[in-house]
């Protein structure tokens, strides 16, 4: 179970824009990594991370080998109506980590 | 207090590697949304409130609300224990807990269980100043790891204090030679991609003075620990700390 650290302000004004902040565990094996006998350690990376507002998508960002371990990533959206904020990492083979986070918008 | 001896950094010139970090990884530590430690932490503070063991224990079960009863523990272990006569570190003493009480395998050292508990606890006397137990029982466990710290070892025949005493702040292989004072122990390593603790950073010396590092868990680690715990007398607590 990939342990999430997301941030997000529980309350925002309507209209005002806001900084989410995301943070999974994840090795972010880029496949290029010898072990200790020499072979390589196969690829297990997470290629695309996405959030959605409300069921709307807000933002996406599709990452690649380059990206260390234990992704952070951060990105501003404006606060436009209460609910819930979705967020969505997807592996290599095809598996999600999936979290949510409520928002109250006044 | 003055400096014990002669060729150790006076306390007034002591700097954490916070202090040698770029702004960039000081931000990344500062920031609990942003700091990577953190994700072993929260798996920390899941893991104090299981039941586990032949006694069906948790940490809470004994110890309560971590918030209060672990505040200040990070800063003056090594601590001695009297049934081993010697000094034990934080982790070894999460192990017997594990064993003794809970009655449940040790977790094996720099495994992520034992990591996450270790951040989880230290976390707790964040900001506090490093508080070496006055215990005299320590006394030559500590004599022992100052004597580890000026050992030439290796093949490079290199003591620590070649690097850390008299040659902090300048460069090695690009890299910026810390005052090494466990400040922030388990911390985020960059060059890990992961958590690791203080013995995890004593082998990598050791074996980049191309000496044989000791076994995880052996005594000399704790002496050494002792002693740089000491060393490191009122300086603050950073953990989970972040470094390049």
Redo the contacts between chains.
């Keep these: 179970m990939a342990?999430v650290?997301i941030?997000v302000p529980a309350k925002a004004a309507r209209g005002h824009v806001i900084e989410i902040?995301t943070?999974?565990?994840h090795?972010?094996e880029t496949g290029y990594r010898p072990d200790h006998t020499g072979k390589l350690v196969p690829r297990d990376i997470i290629n695309r991370f996405v959030c959605a507002y409300n069921g709307t998508e807000v933002f996406r960002a599709d990452l690649h080998p380059a990206i260390?371990?234990?992704p952070?990533i951060?990105f501003y959206t404006v606060a436009t109506e209460s609910g819930v904020l979705t967020f969505t990492w997807t592996g290599d083979d095809g598996k999600s980590f999936v979290e949510k986070a409520n928002i109250t918008v006044a | 207090m003055a400096a014990a001896s002669a060729s150790e950094i006076p306390l007034k010139e002591r700097k954490s590697g916070y202090d040698l970090m770029s702004r960039d990884t000081q931000a990344m530590q500062d920031d609990r949304a942003s700091n990577p430690g953190t994700l072993w932490v929260l798996e920390g503070e899941a893991m104090w409130s299981q039941n586990a063991g032949a006694a069906g224990k948790s940490c809470a079960g004994c110890h309560g609300n971590a918030r209060t009863s672990m505040k200040g523990v990070a800063a003056r272990y090594p601590a001695y224990n009297a049934a081993l006569h010697r000094p034990i570190n934080l982790e070894q003493r999460i192990n017997l807990c594990r064993t003794e009480r809970q009655r449940a395998t040790p977790f094996s050292y720099e495994g992520k269980e034992l990591l996450a508990l270790a951040a989880f606890v230290a976390t707790q006397s964040r900001g506090r100043k490093i508080a070496p137990p006055a215990d005299k029982r320590l006394a030559p466990f500590r004599d022992n790891g100052r004597d580890l710290f000026n050992l030439r070892q290796g093949q490079l025949n290199l003591s620590c204090a070649q690097c850390h005493n008299d040659n902090w702040g300048r460069k090695l292989s690009g890299a910026v030679i810390p005052q090494a004072h466990p400040t922030g122990y388990p911390l985020y390593r960059l060059e890990w991609q992961s958590l690791g603790s203080l013995q995890r950073r004593l082998r990598n010396c050791l074996i980049g003075m191309r000496a044989e590092p000791f076994e995880y868990g052996a005594p000399e680690y704790v002496a050494l620990e002792l002693y740089l715990m000491s060393r490191a007398r009122g300086m603050r607590i950073e953990t989970p700390a972040v470094r390049p």
């Design positions: 342990r650290l941030n902040k943070l999974i565990s090795p972010m260390a371990a234990n952070f951060s």
